[in-house]
């Protein structure tokens, strides 16, 4: 079967979606190297964030149409936590809130908390990170494993890893 001339191939499409678009730690969006400053754009790319089955960052509006992004270190940070009972809620910078996936906590070098957020990397620092951390315990005393820390939540202790 011949292809229309007008009508992209498959590696033709597969470029297209490169479009050079990345997102920094702070969670700006570069795009070829200029920031993404529309308020509203931003909200939109961080609501289409998603990670493809192989692993790979993309902005996805459906299972045809995506293209890749370059994600320097989270999917998105929380801007807020607060504590519902025993349960933690997290605002996300994409305004979406979630409770806190407890057995995907981890804790990095800079001391700052990673979780799963559907499907995605999110970053628990500044005054979320402060909020979740008053129901976090050290439970290395009297002997046991050095640095060890678990976070009380949802009627149990969650063990946090360590995101190196």
């Not at 809130?97 to 700052?112: F, I, K, M, T």
Request: hydrophobic residues 40%; aromatic residues 8%; charged residues 30%.
């Amino acid at each position: 079967m011949e292809l229309h001339p007008f009508l992209p191939d498959e590696g033709m499409i597969e470029k297209m979606r490169a479009i050079g678009l990345r997102l920094d730690r702070e969670g700006t969006f570069w795009q070829e190297g200029a920031a993404v400053t529309h308020a509203r754009l931003r909200q939109a790319l961080l609501r289409w964030l998603d990670v493809r089955e192989d692993g790979r960052d993309i902005i996805k509006l459906d299972d045809k149409r995506y293209a890749y992004v370059d994600v320097e270190d989270a999917h998105l940070r929380a801007r807020s936590a607060r504590w519902d009972g025993d349960r933690c809620v997290i605002l996300w910078d994409d305004d979406q809130e979630a409770e806190l996936e407890y057995g995907s906590l981890r804790q990095s070098p800079d001391h700052a908390l990673y979780a799963t957020v559907r499907r995605l990397r999110g970053r628990i620092g500044g005054p979320a990170y402060h909020a979740v951390a008053e129901h976090i315990i050290d439970v290395s005393a009297g002997g046991q494993v050095d640095g060890a820390f678990v976070l009380e939540a949802a009627g149990k202790r969650w063990p946090i890893a360590n995101a190196a």
